[in-house]
């Protein structure tokens, strides 16, 4: 990634935190192709949310399968350098989100298909990992309305947040900006936006911190 000129970018993070409405301001800023998860086409979503322990492994394995498609569709544009691409999901957040959800023996299962559908996935150039508490994140949700959201629970989103904070702790994959989302309004507040910019134009390896001063809700 030169400066200027973003190559592969993702942005996580837990669920309501904010990563879709910035990921599509950064398209729209570097001339970017969108590259978004697809949670409304998954039919065992809202089962998920209603009971938990019975559709874990259908939810993940759908996902898995919708992501890896996506990836593999990623990799043949890479390679023909085609223009840059901006995520608003991880490839590994599927694993992440599988170690919460399953049993153990589920889990095994899952590592098998996980492993081999995971082969050769290009490494982002930049990955932002987006943070907010978990207060936030559920006022978040319910500002949005979206009917499958509904039926989250702080106590699951809790978990989500501490599981991707244990998960950015070690992660080495690729260089990482972390950024304090709390009081930040990337899809409205330009200031907020415009500081986050300036760190993704500027080339940098290792591990970042943006904390923005703004207070915008």
Not at 8 to 34: D, W
Not at 111 to 138: C, G, K, M, N, S
Not at 186 to 206: I, M, Q, S
């Amino acid at each position: 990634m030169t400066r200027g000129q973003p190559g592969y970018i993702v942005v996580e993070g837990p669920i309501g935190v904010g990563k879709t409405s910035l990921v599509k301001r950064l398209a729209a800023t570097f001339g970017s192709e969108l590259l978004l998860e697809d949670a409304e086409s998954n039919p065992f979503l809202e089962r998920f949310y209603q009971n938990p322990r019975q559709a874990a492994l259908q939810t993940q394995l759908f996902f898995l399968l919708q992501r890896t498609r996506q990836m593999q569709e990623l990799r043949q544009s890479l390679s023909l350098s085609q223009p840059g691409r901006v995520a608003d999901f991880l490839m590994e957040k599927d694993y992440l989100f599988a170690q919460l959800t399953l049993d153990d023996d589920e889990l095994r299962l899952y590592d098998q298909v996980y492993r081999q559908l995971t082969l050769d996935i290009p490494p982002p150039d930049l990955v932002i990992y987006l943070q907010a508490p978990v207060e936030v994140l559920l006022a978040r949700v319910a500002k949005r309305g979206l009917d499958y959201e509904r039926l989250i629970e702080s106590a699951y989103l809790q978990r989500l947040t501490e599981a991707y904070a244990r998960f950015f702790h070690n992660y080495t994959a690729a260089p990482l900006l972390i950024v304090n989302a709390a009081s930040a309004n990337f899809a409205e507040n330009d200031k907020d936006y415009n500081e986050l910019v300036e760190h993704v134009r500027t080339p940098r390896g290792g591990r970042h911190y943006l904390n923005p001063l703004s207070f915008a809700v």
